[in-house]
C-alpha cells in the first residue's frame, strides 16, 4: 500500500545567507568606532598633556616674572647705593679740602702779617688781614702764587692803618682753589 500524504509538511526554511556587504559595512563601522575612540582617547591624553605643560609654563613664567622683579629691585638698589657712595666720596673729599686750606694758608704766612677773615665759597676764596709792612702783604701774594693749591691769586689793594703809634696795612686777597 501507498501512501500519499497530501498534507503539506511544514518544512523549515533555510536561514539566507546575511549578504557580504553587510557583515562587511559592520566590520568597517566596528573598526572606525575603534579607530575613533582610540583617536578620542589619544587627543584627550594630549589635551590634557598640553594642559599641564600650559600650567607648568605659567607657573614658570610666574616664577621668572618674581626673578625678574628681584632683579630690577637689585639693580635699584646697586644704582641708589653707587650714588650714594659716589656722595660719600665727595664729601670725604670735600671734607679735607678745608684742612688744606688752612694748612696751606699758615704754610705761606710770612712774619708781621695776619689774617683776619677767610671766607670759602665753591673754589673762590676771599681773605682779609693786616700786615706791619706793604712788603710783608706783597710777600704773602707772591707766597700764595707760588702754592700749588691756590691759582688767579689777586691783591685788590691795601690800606694803611694807625692804631695808636703802629702803623699797620689792610690788605684783601682772592684766589681760586685749584680743582683736583
Not at 88 to 96: A, F, W
Not at 114 to 131: A, E, F, H
Request: proline share 3%; with cysteine.
Amino acid at each position: 500500500m501507498i501512501r500519499v500524504n497530501l498534507l503539506p509538511v511544514k518544512r523549515k526554511k533555510k536561514p539566507n545567507a546575511i549578504p557580504v556587504f553587510i557583515i562587511n559595512s559592520v566590520l568597517f563601522t566596528l573598526a572606525a568606532i575603534i579607530a575613533s575612540g582610540y583617536l578620542f582617547y589619544y587627543t584627550s591624553s594630549q589635551f590634557a598633556s598640553l594642559q599641564q605643560q600650559k600650567k607648568t609654563n605659567e607657573a614658570a613664567i610666574a616664577d621668572l616674572k618674581n626673578k625678574i622683579k628681584e632683579v630690577e629691585n637689585y639693580e635699584a638698589q646697586k644704582q641708589t647705593l653707587e650714588k650714594r657712595k659716589g656722595i660719600i666720596e665727595q664729601l670725604r673729599k670735600n671734607q679735607s679740602l678745608p684742612v688744606k686750606i688752612i694748612s696751606e694758608m699758615g704754610n705761606v704766612l710770612p712774619n708781621g702779617v695776619w689774617l683776619q677773615s677767610m671766607s670759602v665759597s665753591g673754589n673762590d676764596i676771599k681773605i682779609s688781614g693786616t700786615g706791619f709792612t706793604n712788603e710783608d702783604v706783597v710777600n704773602y701774594e707772591k707766597n700764595l702764587q707760588k702754592s700749588t693749591l691756590f691759582t688767579d691769586v689777586k691783591l685788590h689793594g691795601t690800606q694803611k692803618s694807625t692804631t695808636g703809634k703802629v702803623v699797620t696795612y689792610q690788605f684783601n686777597i682772592t684766589c681760586k682753589v685749584k680743582a683736583g
